[in-house]
Nanobody, 126 residues
């Protein structure tokens, strides 16, 4: 069983930056894909970014392209989300997820992932 723990959330001013971390424990070899999702109150869960840890291939939602970067440190079993030029609309609970398949992981669909972290809150003020 893979367990995920997010950290790094907080409150920042618009235009600021944050780095989120997702540390994995357990049998990580069974979960080669990692993704970040976010959900704001009253809104649907939105896929933000995904990474194939075996080949360092990444995908991003259109809403964050050019501003967010997903990366990994395999030695630490950790995936990061570097968020720059933050906007108030980026305010949400951010979740790290593991799972996916080779044919669907890049579609950033929540239904394709089966292991989730507890979430970390990101609040961006104007």
């Amino acid at each position: 069983q893979v367990q995920l723990v997010e950290s790094g959330g907080g409150s920042v001013q618009a235009g600021g930056s944050l780095r989120l971390s997702c540390a994995a424990s357990g049998v990580t070899a069974s979960s080669p894909f990692r993704a970040w999702f976010r959900q704001a109150p009253g809104k649907e869960c939105e896929g933000v970014a995904a990474i194939w840890t075996g080949g360092v291939v990444t995908y991003y939602a259109d809403s964050v392209k050019g501003r967010f970067t997903i990366s990994q440190d395999n030695a630490k079993n950790t995936v990061y989300l570097d968020m720059n030029s933050l906007k108030p609309e980026d305010t949400a609970m951010y979740y790290c997820a593991a799972g996916g398949t080779y044919g669907t992981w890049y579609r950033l669909r929540a239904l394709d992932y089966n292991t989730w972290g507890q979430g970390t809150q990101v609040t961006v003020s104007s």
